[in-house]
C-alpha cells in the first residue's frame, strides 16, 4: 500500500526540552490512525510537525510523497492536501459559517463564490448542519462548531485528516454527534490521525493505535492487538488507568 | 437575537439620558465657577477686556466679501499638519508594527530603536533635531519638518496599537489559516487583519485627537499654526488673555468634534461586531 505519512526517526526541541524523541511513525493511504499518552507526551506536537505547524529539528517526514523542508511554495500545497482540526475548533470568529467554509477554497484553490458555496453546503449536509449555514461560529454550541470546523476542512478535499483532541473541549454530551461524523468519515476511507482519549472511537474506527509517552512511540500496534495484549507496562498502566476512568 | 441586543442597547441609552441631566447640571456649576475665578482675577490685575477687538482676527467681511483672519488661516495650517500627519503617522505606525512582528532581527531591531528613541526624548527636542539638523540636510522646509516630526512621534503610537491589535487575534487563528494551505499574506489579509481592525481602530482614532493637540509645538520652529498666529496676535495687541481663550476654543471645537465623530464610528463597529 501506498504511504500516505511516514515519520523517520523525528525529534523535536523546544530550546533544551526534547519534546519528540526519535518518532517514527508509517501511515498509510485509507489507514485510520489513533495515537494516545499521557499529557504533555508530544502527541500534539507530533502531529503539528506533519503540516508543519512545528518544524522539526531532525529526521524526515513525508507527506503523501512530498518531503516537508523549508521551501515554502511547496509547504502551502502540502497543507491543503492535509485537513487539521483542532481542540479548540479555531473557527473565524468574524465570518459566517457557510464563509468559514468557503474562504480556503476560494482564496487557495481559486474556485468561484458559487462553486465553493455549493461545495460548502455539501460539506454541512456530510457533518449534519445544513441548516447552520448563515450563522457565525459564537451562536453554535461547540458539538456544532466542532463539526463546522471538520467541514471546513474538508472542502479542501484533502487526502489525509489530522485530529488533535477534536472531543476534549466539548461537553459530554456533544461528544458523540461529534465522534459519528469522524465514524462516518473514516468508513469513506479517510486517511486519518486521530489524536484522542475516546478508546470507543479507537476500537470502533482505527486500524492502529500509537500509545506515546515523554516524547517516543512507546508501542504501536493494531486496534485488536493494542487493547487485547498490549506489551509494554507503561502502555498497561496508561489503558488501566483511562479504562477505568 | 437582534431584539435583545436592540433592548440591551435601549436600556443603555436610557441610563445615558437619565444622567445627562445631572451631569448638564453639575458642569454649569462648574463652569460658571471658573469663569467667576477668571473674571475676578482680571478684575484683581486691573485687566481691560477687549472681546471686541477678537473677531477682527477670526474673520473680516470687506466689501461683502468673506476674509479669513490670522486664528482661522492658522487653523488651516493646523488642520493641515494634522491631515498629512495622521496619513503618515498611519503608515510609519504599520510598517514599524509589522517589522516587530516580523522574523528579520535586523527589522525587529531598527523598529525597536525607532521606537525607544522616539518614546524617550522629549517631543520639543525631536522637533529641533528635525528642525536644526535633519532640515538642513534633507533640505526640507519647516511646514514639512513639522510634519516628519509630528508623524514619526504619533506613529509610534499608532505601531504599539497596530501590534496589539495583531497580536491580540488567538494563534491557533493563523494556525487554522495556514492549516488550510492560505498562504500568509491572505492569512493576514481574511482572517487576522479583519479581527484586529475593530480592536486597532478606536485607539487609532484617538491619536488623530492627540495629534492636533500636540502639533501646537510647531510653534516654537514658526510654522503658521494655530498657536503661532495667537503668538502673534498676542505680541502686537496684548490681548493674552482673550486670545488664548479663542484660541484654546479653536482647538476644543476641533478635537471635541472629532472626538464625536470617533465615538459614533466606534458604536457603529461595535454594533456591527454584535451583528455578525
Ligand atoms: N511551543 C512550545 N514551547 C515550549 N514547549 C512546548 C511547546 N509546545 C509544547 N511544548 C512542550 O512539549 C511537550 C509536549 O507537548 P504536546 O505535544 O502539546 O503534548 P500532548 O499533546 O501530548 O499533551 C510538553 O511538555 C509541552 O510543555
Ligand atoms: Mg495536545
Same mark, same amino acid.
Given at each position: ?245 | ?101 516580523? $522574523?528579520?532581527? #535586523?527589522?525587529?531591531?531598527? +523598529? ?5 528613541? !522616539?518614546?524617550?526624548?522629549? &517631543?520639543? =527636542? ?105 503668538? $502673534?496676535?498676542? #505680541?502686537?495687541?496684548?490681548? +493674552? ?5 479663542? !484660541?484654546?476654543?479653536?482647538? &476644543?471645537? =476641533? ?22
Amino acid at each position: 500500500m501506498e504511504q500516505m505519512i511516514s515519520l523517520k526517526h523525528v525529534f523535536k526541541y523546544f530550546g533544551e526540552f526534547r519534546a519528540l524523541n526519535d518518532v517514527s511513525l508509517e501511515v498509510a493511504a485509507g489507514e485510520r490512525v489513533v495515537v494516545c499518552g499521557p499529557s504533555g507526551s508530544g502527541k500534539s506536537t507530533m502531529i503539528r510537525c506533519i503540516n508543519r505547524l512545528e518544524e522539526h529539528d531532525d529526521g524526515e517526514i513525508w507527506v503523501s510523497g512530498n518531503q516537508l523542508t523549508e521551501d515554502v511554495k511547496k509547504l502551502t500545497e502540502i497543507r491543503k492536501d492535509v485537513g487539521m482540526v483542532f481542540q479548540q475548533f479555531n473557527l473565524f470568529p468574524h465570518l459566517s459559517v457557510v464563509d468559514n467554509l468557503t474562504l480556503a477554497p476560494m482564496k487557495a484553490r481559486g474556485l468561484s463564490k458559487s462553486d465553493a458555496t455549493e461545495l460548502a453546503m455539501t460539506y454541512l449536509n456530510r457533518v449534519h448542519i445544513p441548516e447552520q449555514a448563515a450563522k457565525y461560529p459564537g451562536q453554535l454550541s461547540g458539538g456544532q462548531q466542532q463539526r463546522v470546523a471538520i467541514a471546513r476542512s474538508l472542502c479542501m478535499q484533502p487526502k489525509i485528516m489530522l485530529f488533535d483532541e477534536p472531543t476534549s473541549a466539548l461537553d459530554p454530551e456533544m461528544i458523540k454527534e461529534v465522534l459519528d461524523v469522524m465514524i462516518e468519515l473514516a468508513e469513506d476511507g479517510m486517511t486519518m490521525i486521530v489524536v484522542t482519549h475516546e478508546m470507543g472511537f479507537a476500537k470502533k474506527a482505527a486500524n492502529k493505535v500509537v500509545f506515546m509517552d515523554q516524547g517516543e512511540v512507546v508501542e504501536s500496534a493494531p486496534t485488536e492487538q493494542f487493547f487485547s495484549q498490549p506489551e509494554s507496562d507503561r502502555t498497561k498502566l496508561f489503558l488501566s488507568q483511562i479504562l477505568t476512568h | 437575537m437582534k431584539n435583545q441586543t436592540s433592548t440591551i442597547v435601549a436600556a443603555r441609552t436610557k441610563r445615558r439620558r437619565n444622567s445627562a441631566i445631572t451631569d448638564t447640571f453639575q458642569l454649569l456649576i462648574l463652569g460658571s465657577g471658573l469663569i467667576w475665578l477668571v473674571l475676578r482675577g482680571a478684575a484683581e490685575m486691573n485687566y481691560v477686556w477687549q472681546w471686541h477687538r477678537v473677531p477682527q482676527y477670526i474673520y473680516k467681511v470687506i466689501d461683502g466679501e468673506l476674509i479669513f483672519g490670522p486664528l482661522i488661516d492658522g487653523l488651516l495650517v493646523t488642520l493641515e499638519i494634522g491631515a498629512y500627519s495622521i496619513v503618515l503617522g498611519l503608515v510609519i505606525g504599520l510598517i514599524t508594527a509589522f517589522l516587530r512582528l516580523s $522574523d528579520s532581527y #535586523s527589522g525587529r531591531l531598527l +523598529a525597536t530603536i525607532y521606537l525607544e528613541l !522616539v518614546r524617550n526624548t522629549p &517631543l520639543l =527636542i525631536q522637533l529641533f533635531v528635525f528642525y536644526f539638523v535633519l532640515g538642513p540636510i534633507f533640505e526640507i522646509d519647516r511646514f514639512w519638518v513639522a510634519v516628519l516630526c509630528i508623524s514619526f512621534f504619533e506613529g509610534s503610537f499608532a505601531a504599539e496599537i497596530i501590534r496589539g491589535g495583531i497580536l491580540s487575534v488567538p494563534k491557533g487563528q493563523v494556525e487554522a489559516g495556514a492549516s488550510l494551505g492560505l498562504s500568509r499574506a491572505a492569512t493576514y489579509r481574511y482572517i487576522t487583519l479583519p479581527q484586529a481592525l475593530p480592536i486597532i481602530l478606536p485607539p487609532l482614532a484617538g491619536i488623530l485627537v492627540n495629534l492636533i493637540k500636540h502639533s501646537a509645538i510647531v510653534s516654537v520652529i514658526a510654522v503658521f499654526d494655530l498657536t503661532t498666529s495667537g503668538l $502673534d496676535i498676542i #505680541s502686537e495687541t496684548f490681548m +493674552a488673555f482673550e486670545i488664548w481663550i479663542t !484660541v484654546a476654543s479653536m482647538y &476644543l471645537v =476641533i478635537t471635541i468634534s472629532l472626538s464625536i465623530v470617533i465615538s459614533r464610528f466606534e458604536r457603529y463597529m461595535k454594533r456591527s461586531t454584535l451583528a455578525g
